[in-house]
């Protein structure tokens, strides 16, 4: 499994940003696929999910609204889209495949 987040950066609050993560080394179409996300000194949390066929998904509270994921099955990549980006949503995004975790990407959003 090899799971390689891009997209991340520094924003303002009110901004936009949209992740992604390409996957191979399986089956892409067979799995539901995630975002967690990790702030310093906190646990990791999960932030949004997709299943397999792209037609149910689930937010964490904290980010209904304002964050959507999607997946596009040709590019075998899971897609994170944030706007409206808080100071809380600082922390080290994480795309989470069956038995894997991608290496993560740093998001930022700071006047």
């Known amino acids: 499994v090899k799971l390689v987040e891009s997209g991340g950066g520094l924003v303002q609050p009110g901004g936009s940003l949209t992740l992604s993560c390409v996957a191979s080394?399986?089956?892409?179409?067979?799995?539901?696929m995630s975002w967690y996300r990790q702030a310093p000194g906190k646990e990791r949390e999960l932030v949004a999910a997709?299943?397999?066929?792209?037609?149910?998904?689930n937010y964490a509270d904290s980010v209904k609204g304002r964050f959507t994921i999607s997946r596009d099955e040709a590019k075998k990549a899971v897609f994170l889209q944030m706007n409206s980006l808080k100071p809380e949503d600082t922390a080290v995004y994480y795309c989470?495949?069956?038995?894997?975790w991608g290496q993560g990407t740093q998001v930022t959003v700071s006047s």
């Open positions: 989470k495949g069956p038995g894997g």
């Open positions: 080394g399986f089956t892409f179409s067979w799995y539901a």
């Open positions: 997709i299943d397999r066929a792209g037609g149910s998904t």
